[in-house]
């Protein structure tokens, strides 16, 4: 099990129950912070004395405060800190559901365990730390769910995901014809712009144009 483990949390309650789980659990040495940058430099410090840590354990959001931050983010940080410990296994615990959000953390920083908060926040929380120790990954059940529907954002491509974005900013059907002829993207007539539409909601089970753009927002394509 982990020695010394980093908590980056700026509610103060939940963090508090953090570190309430890990004493649980007999983990030595468990430290705290409120800001970003202050958990890149905990980070760093510790890699420069030889003491490093054995996890991270982040929220993704964090509320601006009195001080201006370099890192304003979860995902920035983690981002930040593959660059100066690309070893130390990541664990995000936060409300987040977009599964864009998710597959990006997963696939781009390569993040060992996910962790809704909410009900049985705490049983989760052990449970990934045992997983994530014994070198496997931990995703607690709805971020499960979330996953095992990723296969339609598979078969989107970048046009369909840019159409998804003109027509979020307000953009018509022959609007976005005229967008893709002006920069000579492929199938940029408007009979191709309506079929990639209505392939796109046959997709995501749309029935209108407003709610396959509610749909792409909550998957993380917009």
Known sequence: MFQKILIAEDQHTIHKGLESTLHEMNIPEVHSVQYCDEALLKIRAALKSNEPYGILITDLSFKEGHRIDIIASGEALIESVRKE????KVMVFSVEHRIGKIKNLIDSYQIDA???????????I??????I???????????????????????????????????AKGMK????ATYFDERQL?????RSIEKRLTNLKILFNA????????IAIDRGLI
Request: charged residues 30%.
């Open 173 to 176: 059907r022959e609007q976005i």
């Open 133 to 167: 120790s014994e070198g496997n990954h931990y995703y607690s059940h709805g971020i499960q769910q979330l996953l095992r529907n990723t296969n339609d954002i598979k078969e989107t491509d970048e046009y369909d995901q840019l159409i998804l974005q003109l027509l």
């Open 207 to 214: 029935q209108t144009s407003e709610q396959l753009i509610a």
């Open 85 to 88: 410990q690309p070893d130390l």
């Open 114 to 124: 996910y962790v809704e908060k909410g009900r049985d926040e705490s049983l989760h």
């Open 126 to 131: 052990k449970k990934a730390l045992k997983a």
């Open 186 to 190: 492929p199938n940029k007539s408007l």
